[in-house]
């Protein structure tokens, strides 16, 4: 498997968590438990929005497609990290690892996208109120929903193809449990500078700008809360937009970590602690952030199984 260093790569072997093989069933339970409960969640939010006509609101709507981005994610990932964890180390085709590599940034570019709209959203629920209902139809929510998922693809694939357009070179071993772009630059045989400096440059209108606006969009959301006299409305209003400010500080925290705090100096097993966190655990907090701080959503939950209680007694 192993050729020379200058050897083109049709291979990978990705190693996953070798420090830890002794409790690989112990991980590879965890993992599953926690892959089927971020799907479950996610799903339940969908099912919930297209079933549920009180959630067919343009927050919910987005929602939706957040749950569908989180769901794309932990589907990439997980299933083939479970594989790896059990046979302590698998091989990956050099096709399978681009793919691998595509629907994560993808699905990652997408989120940073669908967040931002939200946060558009909440601004104009709060800032805008009177004019909120005219502005936010089902037509633009549609608009801002396709341009998010376009996006994302678009800058996706202009990534994988400016990697694809450099030679890969050997070692093909690859000490993590998926297909990320550091050990993809890493194994880049030259101009690896050329392709870090052009795809910080392609991530900065996807991942930048958009925190940037919602950082300016809170701000002026923060504001109108404050201008409101009773403590009640305070409340009220801060409640409509607190899940999504719990959504995006924990996305965008394990973001920031896992890719824009220097990366030298780091041990590998804290580079990947730091992806575990963002690829296992945020698409899983996601729903439970909603369905725990949303009334809206519990209710609608509730209703849903009473509903099915009611149908399997009768």
Same mark, same amino acid.
């Given at each position: 498997?192993?050729?020379?260093?200058?050897?083109?790569? !049709?291979?990978?072997?990705?190693?996953?968590?070798?420090?830890? #093989?002794?409790?690989?069933?112990?991980?590879?339970?965890?993992?599953?438990?926690?892959?089927?409960?971020?799907?479950?969640?996610?799903?339940?939010?969908?099912?919930?929005?297209?079933?549920? #006509?009180?959630?067919?609101?343009?927050?919910?709507?987005?929602?939706?497609?957040?749950?569908?981005?989180?769901?794309?994610?932990?589907?990439?990932?997980?299933?083939?990290?479970?594989?790896?964890?059990?046979?302590?180390?698998? &091989?990956? @085709?050099?096709?399978?690892?681009?793919?691998?590599?595509?629907?994560?940034? *993808? @699905?990652?570019?997408?989120?940073?996208?669908?967040?931002?709209?939200? @946060?558009?959203?909440?601004?104009? &629920?709060?800032?805008?109120?009177?004019? +909120?209902? /005219?502005?936010?139809?089902?037509?633009? %929510? %549609?608009?801002?929903? *396709?341009?998010?998922?376009?996006?994302?693809?678009?800058?996706?694939?202009?990534?994988?193809?400016?990697?694809? @357009?450099?030679?890969?070179?050997?070692?093909?071993?690859?000490?993590?449990?998926?297909?990320?772009?550091?050990?993809?630059?890493? #194994?880049?045989?030259?101009?690896?500078?050329? $392709?870090?400096?052009?795809?910080?440059?392609?991530?900065?209108?996807?991942?930048?700008?958009?925190?940037?606006?919602?950082?300016?969009? +809170?701000?002026?959301?923060?504001?109108?809360?404050? =201008?409101?006299?009773?403590?009640?409305? =305070?409340?009220? /209003?801060?409640?409509? %937009?607190?899940?999504?400010? $719990?959504?995006?500080? !924990? +996305?965008?925290?394990?973001?920031?970590?896992?890719?824009?705090?220097?990366?030298?100096?780091?041990?590998?097993?804290?580079?990947?602690?730091?992806?575990?966190?963002?690829?296992?655990?945020?698409?899983?907090?996601?729903?439970?952030?909603?369905?725990?701080?949303?009334?809206?959503?519990?209710? &609608?939950?509730?209703? %849903?199984?009473?509903? =099915?209680?009611?149908?399997?007694?009768?």
């Amino acid at each position: 498997m192993l050729r020379e260093n200058q050897t083109t790569v !049709t291979e990978f072997l990705l190693l996953g968590f070798p420090a830890i #093989h002794n409790f690989k069933i112990l991980l590879f339970f965890v993992f599953l438990l926690l892959y089927i409960f971020t799907l479950a969640g996610n799903f339940m939010i969908i099912g919930l929005v297209s079933t549920n #006509h009180k959630l067919r609101t343009p927050m919910y709507f987005f929602l939706s497609h957040l749950s569908l981005s989180d769901i794309l994610m932990t589907t990439d990932i997980v299933p083939n990290m479970l594989y790896v964890i059990m046979t302590e180390g698998a &091989a990956i @085709s050099l096709v399978g690892c681009i793919t691998q590599f595509f629907l994560f940034s *993808f @699905s990652v570019d997408a989120e940073c996208l669908l967040l931002t709209v939200m @946060s558009y959203d909440r601004y104009l &629920a709060i800032c805008n109120p009177l004019r +909120y209902s /005219a502005i936010m139809d089902f037509k633009l %929510c %549609c608009q801002m929903v *396709f341009w998010s998922w376009f996006l994302g693809f678009i800058v996706t694939l202009n990534m994988v193809i400016l990697v694809c @357009s450099f030679q890969l070179c050997n070692p093909n071993v690859i000490d993590h449990f998926f297909c990320d772009l550091p050990p993809l630059l890493e #194994h880049l045989c030259s101009n690896r500078f050329i $392709a870090e400096t052009v795809l910080s440059f392609l991530g900065i209108p996807y991942v930048i700008l958009p925190f940037i606006f919602i950082i300016v969009t +809170y701000i002026c959301i923060t504001l109108t809360i404050l =201008r409101i006299s009773s403590i009640t409305g =305070r409340q009220k /209003a801060f409640s409509t %937009c607190s899940s999504h400010l $719990a959504v995006v500080c !924990t +996305y965008y925290g394990t973001l920031f970590a896992k890719y824009v705090v220097p990366s030298k100096g780091q041990s590998l097993t804290v580079m990947k602690i730091t992806s575990l966190l963002y690829t296992v655990a945020t698409p899983l907090f996601n729903p439970i952030i909603y369905t725990l701080r949303n009334k809206e959503i519990q209710a &609608a939950l509730c209703k %849903c199984i009473s509903i =099915r209680v009611q149908t399997y007694f009768e």
